[in-house]
């Protein structure tokens, strides 16, 4: 069992940077596979990015590539999402989330076992 918390969320004009944590509590951390979704109001839950369990893979949607970077710390038992050079249309609310497959990494959210409540990004233009 794990349990994400996310935070670091909150309004920023478009250009602008945020750091997005989400600490993790249970045992086994470093063996899952961790990921960051995002949902604006009225579409779908997206993919955004997701890290090895070691952190050495990375993967990310096309979207936010070159502007976001994944990380995690496992000895913290944490993940981080640098987001650089915002836009209106980053607007969501973000979700981590962990799986425990043996895969590489997960694009699809139904791969993800644990999900925290998310934390709000705002970009206003």
């Known amino acids: 069992q794990v349990h994400l918390v996310e935070s670091g969320g909150g309004l920023v004009q478009a250009g602008g940077s945020l750091r997005l944590s989400c600490a993790a509590s249970?045992?086994?951390?470093?063996?899952?596979?961790m990921g960051w979704f995002r949902q604006a109001p009225g579409k779908e839950r997206e993919f955004v990015t997701t890290i090895s369990a070691g952190g050495a893979y990375t993967y990310y949607a096309d979207s936010v590539k070159g502007r976001f970077t994944i990380s995690r710390d496992n000895a913290k038992n944490a993940v981080y999402l640098q987001m650089n050079s915002l836009k209106p249309e980053d607007t969501a609310v973000y979700y981590c989330?962990?799986?425990?497959?043996?895969?590489?990494?997960?694009?699809?959210?139904?791969?993800?076992?644990?999900w925290g409540q998310g934390t709000q990004v705002t970009v206003s233009s």
């Open positions: 989330a962990a799986a425990r497959g043996t895969w590489r990494y997960y694009l699809r959210g139904e791969d993800y076992d644990y």
């Open positions: 249970g045992r086994s951390f470093s063996s899952y596979v």
